[in-house]
């Protein structure tokens, strides 16, 4: 079964940069697999979790009013792998990032399946002086 490993999270000083990675791997079938939809989301305690960037297989990007002009969404479709740079941080991106793929397609034996909504564990990013 596909899993979303990140990577990338850490303590950084306010306007200091961290570049998040996030990798799916794992699929048992020969042909491979593709993700569809990728995604950042971040929650902080009490709060509920908010879409902060993402990004379509062709690669059109959307992105949080709070974050536009600071964070860049990108992809590596041969990799299975979403990026997110983050730039300018702010004591108010503290939280815990999870990365979302909304759809993977499976390829097996010149057959296609499907399977929906993954998460990564989360990655805790800490923007403090």
């Known amino acids: 079964q596909v899993q979303l490993v990140e990577s990338g999270g850490g303590l950084v000083q306010p306007g200091g940069s961290l570049r998040l990675s996030c990798a799916a791997s794992?699929?048992?079938?020969?042909?491979?697999?593709?993700?569809?939809?990728m995604a950042w989301y971040r929650q902080v305690p009490g709060k509920q979790r908010e879409l902060v960037s993402s990004?379509?297989?062709?690669?059109?990007?959307n992105y949080a009013d709070s974050v536009k002009g600071r964070f860049t969404i990108s992809r590596d479709n041969a990799k299975n792998t979403v990026y997110l740079q983050m730039n300018s941080l702010k004591p108010e991106d503290t939280a815990v990032y999870y990365c979302?793929?909304?759809?993977?397609?499976?390829?097996?034996?010149?057959?296609?399946?499907?399977?929906?909504?993954?998460w990564g564990q989360g990655t805790q990013v800490t923007v403090s002086s």
């Open positions: 990004i379509t297989s062709d690669g059109s990007t």
């Open positions: 794992g699929s048992i079938f020969s042909g491979g697999f593709s993700a569809n939809n």
């Open positions: 979302n793929v909304d759809r993977i397609t499976f390829y097996h034996g010149g057959f296609r399946s499907f399977n929906y909504d993954y």
